[in-house]
């Protein structure tokens, strides 16, 4: 299965370097967002769905450190930090600050993409760990989908109402994240092959979702038709566990 492009947000002030790391990214099947400093990163972030950050520690104003820790302190969006010191005390301060990764320049753009490869598995791979070990909900742009419950919840917090098989194929989407799905393969997942179900009940049960969950179902974003190929859940997401009173 062909996975998504990443969404790759990179924050470094020396024009130069930002155009090259763009430029070397996009050729290699990633997103490109850029900013120029703390102010412009935050701005994309907003706008963007981010699956990385490549943030520069020099940067006008506001440093990376201390951009990192705030990203951190609000999501866990992957962040890889750069800089033109390489001394062990910036690397292990950009680590404790919350950082996935550093990588000192000047450096190769392919250990750079190595790294975001890596970085973006991990995070994925966290993702089935927290599921293994007992996480309650999941969460994506603000939404939460709760497992106990069987409930979804919309980022002001209401209940949205579903019906037990929009639930299962919503999950079984966001367990998924960034993966072509077939639509065979999601009636394997969702209902059995032993139900009779046709492979046409997954769109209209698509169709069901993006009314409740994309701002124009006309022009999906969250739940993405994938020619000749299936279905893919393009945000970022995020496994959480829930205390028995979390709930309004």
């Known amino acids: 299965m062909t996975p998504a492009a990443p969404n790759i947000l990179v924050v470094e002030d020396d024009r130069e370097t930002r155009a090259l790391i763009a430029k070397?990214?996009?050729?290699?099947?990633?997103?490109?967002?850029?900013?120029?400093?703390?102010?412009?990163?935050?701005?994309?972030?907003?706008?963007?769905?981010?699956?990385?950050?490549?943030?520069?520690?020099?940067?006008?104003?506001?440093?990376?450190?201390?951009?990192?820790?705030?990203?951190?302190?609000e999501s866990q969006t992957p962040i890889i930090m750069l800089t033109a010191r390489g001394e062990d005390v910036d690397r292990i301060l950009g680590l404790e600050m919350g950082a996935d990764d550093y990588l000192a320049k000047p450096f190769n753009p392919r250990e750079l993409l190595a790294r975001i490869n890596a970085v973006l598995r991990r995070q994925?791979?966290?993702?089935?760990?927290?599921l293994a070990n007992g996480a309650t909900?999941?969460?994506?742009?603000g939404w939460r989908i709760d497992f106990r419950l069987r409930e979804l919840r919309n980022p002001a917090g209401a209940r949205v109402s579903m019906t037990s098989?929009?639930?299962?194929?919503?999950r079984t989407l966001c367990e998924r994240p960034g993966r072509v799905l077939s639509r065979d393969s999601l009636l394997d997942l969702t209902q059995g092959r032993n139900t009779g179900?046709?492979?046409?009940?997954?769109?209209?049960?698509?169709?069901r979702i993006r009314r409740k969950i994309e701002a124009?179902?006309?022009?999906?974003?969250?739940?993405k038709t994938v020619r000749s190929g299936g279905y893919i859940f393009t945000p970022a997401v995020e496994a959480v566990t829930i205390p028995t009173d979390g709930y309004s």
């Open 197 to 207: 179900s046709l492979e046409r009940s997954i769109d209209v049960l698509v169709s």
């Open 24 to 73: 070397y990214l996009r050729t290699n099947a990633c997103n490109v967002t850029t900013a120029n400093d703390g102010r412009e990163m935050v701005r994309a972030m907003a706008d963007h769905r981010v699956d990385l950050v490549i943030l520069d520690v020099m940067l006008p104003g506001e440093d990376g450190l201390s951009l990192c820790r705030k990203v951190r302190a």
């Open 216 to 223: 124009d179902p006309q022009d999906a974003t969250v739940i």
């Open 124 to 130: 994925t791979a966290a993702l089935t760990v927290s």
């Open 137 to 141: 909900a999941l969460t994506f742009l």
């Open 165 to 170: 098989a929009e639930f299962d194929l919503l």
